[in-house]
């Protein structure tokens, strides 16, 4: 599979890693296809992210596209943050194979999972927004939970199974 040099940039040199101690909002999302997990955790000062940390747990492109997000997002405005759809990220990275474009959908999603987190958190209900992709949405109050639970491609966690084991891509 061919990765532009963003991509294998953003793979080598992942920026804003990590989880943010006392986030304003918090967004899990699972790819209920491939298995993978990202979360993304933000700080909101006067409407806009100040800052934001990602973690992910899959393959090349979704870190990729994470590391992109956090990017393309810190300074923005909710309302702003929240129409960067997965064409935009992948057009920042110089493009990304077909078959991976649906990673791109897990980073904007997670994004929308911590905005909407915080709109929940601060009582404003009706600006919730939609996910792109069918996912499996884990909310703030489930961050513990690291599985989305397909059982594909060495997930493996069940519903009493204990923690998620993964075997790589
Ligand atoms: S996020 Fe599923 S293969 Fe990349």
């Given at each position: 599979?061919?990765?532009?040099d ?5 793979f ?5 890693v ?22 993304m ?25 994470s ?27 110089g ?75």
């Amino acid at each position: 599979m061919n990765y532009s040099d963003k991509v294998l940039d953003h793979f080598m040199n992942p920026r804003n890693v990590g989880e943010l101690d006392n986030p304003d909002g918090v967004g899990q999302v699972g790819n209920i296809n491939c298995g993978d997990i990202m979360r993304m955790t933000i700080k909101v000062v006067d409407n806009r992210i100040s800052d934001i940390r990602f973690k992910t747990f899959g393959c090349g492109a979704a870190i990729a596209v994470s590391s992109m997000v956090t990017e393309m997002v810190r300074g923005k405005t909710l309302e702003e943050s929240v129409t960067v759809n997965r064409d935009d990220v992948a057009g920042a990275l110089g493009g990304l194979p077909e078959k991976k474009l649906h990673c791109s959908n897990l980073g904007t999603d997670a994004l929308k999972a911590a905005v909407n987190d915080y709109w929940r958190r601060t009582g404003h209900p009706e600006k919730i927004v939609p996910l792109e992709d069918e996912h499996l949405e884990h909310q703030a109050e489930e961050q513990n939970s690291a599985c989305c639970g397909s059982n594909e491609r060495g997930c493996r966690q069940s519903a009493d199974s204990g923690p998620v084991e993964r075997t790589g891509d």
